[in-house]
């Protein structure tokens, strides 16, 4: 059964941090002081991206998985878009991100081999650790490949909601 007042209340917190994070974003593209532009990102890291992480993850696993449809066409494209950016994020020496991300990697990595499972299936169940990775990826300053794939897929899903 779905927690629909939770997940309403989880989109509501997401769309109040990300235009936090938006708003953050523009100033640091506003200010030119360096000691103003360093205690920008350092608040973007400690206090937005770690409620992101936490809440996204929250929302998608209590998102209803039978509400989620995604031919294995769109979930095909969109896995290999995740695929690439687990590389690019692994290809970035470990000791510069924490080990958590490590473990969600990883997982995704498990899910992904998983044998004889449709795409859309593989995809459903790593939605909920896509968007904790995506913040990581923000918080390292990386090529961003996971987040655009998160807002992508994101995007996809709730177009779909009833």
Same mark, same amino acid.
């Given at each position: 059964?779905? &927690?629909?007042p939770? @997940?309403? /209340?989880?989109? /509501?917190?997401?769309?109040?941090?990300?235009?936090?994070l938006?708003e953050?974003?523009?100033?640091?593209?506003i200010n030119?002081? #360096?000691?103003?532009?360093? =205690?920008l990102?350092? !608040?973007?890291?400690?206090e937005?991206?770690?409620?992101?992480?936490?809440?996204?993850t929250e929302? +998608?696993?209590?998102?209803?998985? =039978?509400?989620?449809?995604?031919s &294995? =066409?769109e979930?095909? *494209?969109q @896995?290999i #878009?995740?695929e690439?950016?687990? *590389?690019?994020?692994?290809?970035i020496p470990?000791s510069t991100?924490p080990?958590?991300?490590?473990?969600?990697?990883?997982?995704? !990595? /498990?899910?992904l081999?998983?044998? &004889?499972?449709a795409?859309s299936?593989?995809l459903k169940v790593?939605?909920?650790l896509?968007?904790?990775?995506?913040?990581?990826?923000?918080e390292m300053e990386?090529?961003g490949?996971m987040?655009?794939t +998160?807002k992508?897929? #994101?995007?996809?899903v !709730?177009?779909? =909601?009833?």
């Amino acid at each position: 059964m779905t &927690d629909r007042p939770r @997940l309403n /209340d989880l989109k /509501d917190i997401l769309e109040l941090l990300y235009e936090k994070l938006g708003e953050f974003e523009k100033e640091l593209i506003i200010n030119s002081s #360096k000691l103003a532009k360093f =205690e920008l990102k350092q !608040r973007i890291k400690r206090e937005i991206l770690p409620d992101i992480r936490k809440y996204e993850t929250e929302y +998608w696993e209590l998102y209803p998985q =039978e509400t989620i449809v995604i031919s &294995d =066409e769109e979930a095909e *494209t969109q @896995l290999i #878009k995740v695929e690439e950016a687990a *590389t690019s994020i692994e290809q970035i020496p470990s000791s510069t991100y924490p080990l958590e991300l490590i473990s969600l990697l990883q997982e995704i !990595r /498990d899910k992904l081999n998983e044998p &004889d499972k449709a795409a859309s299936a593989k995809l459903k169940v790593v939605l909920p650790l896509i968007p904790a990775i995506a913040s990581y990826e923000l918080e390292m300053e990386t090529e961003g490949l996971m987040y655009r794939t +998160w807002k992508a897929i #994101k995007g996809m899903v !709730r177009r779909q =909601e009833v």
